[in-house]
Nanobody, 119 residues
Framework: QVQLVESGGGLVQPGGSLTLSCAAS????????MGWYRRAPGKQRELVADLTSDSSTNYADSVKGRFTISRDNTKNTLYLQMNSLRPEDTAVYYC?????????????WGQGTQVTVSS
């Protein structure tokens, strides 16, 4: 089991920056993959970025070059640095983790943090 708690959301002007954090309740060193998803009003949840245990990253086309995902295993925390924010980045952002125990996959989600990009 792992609990995930996001923080860092808020209101920012277009072109601004925010850094989201996702604190895990236990060590994330062995977690297979962690990532960020978002759900905008009236839209389906979509993958923003993910990061595997071997440090491979994957980004949605819409955020490539603007967002950076990283993790600090010493702090059990996942980050999402968001630069050059656009109004279309407005959404609730969720932290996600995938863990395998005895060949069973477990998915964990945070409660979400609101990001609003508006002037």
């Amino acid at each position: 089991q792992v609990q995930l708690v996001e923080s860092g959301g808020g209101l920012v002007q277009p072109g601004g920056s925010l850094t989201l954090s996702c604190a895990a309740s236990r060590s994330i060193f062995s977690i297979n993959a962690m990532g960020w998803y978002r759900r905008a009003p009236g839209k389906q949840r979509e993958l923003v970025a993910d990061l595997t245990s071997d440090s491979s990253t994957n980004y949605a086309d819409s955020v490539k070059g603007r967002f950076t995902i990283s993790r600090d295993n010493t702090k059990n925390t996942l980050y999402l640095q968001m630069n050059s924010l656009r109004p279309e980045d407005t959404a609730v952002y969720y932290c996600h983790a995938i863990d395998y125990v005895a060949a069973h996959r477990y998915d964990y989600w945070g409660q979400g943090t609101q990001v609003t990009v508006s002037s």
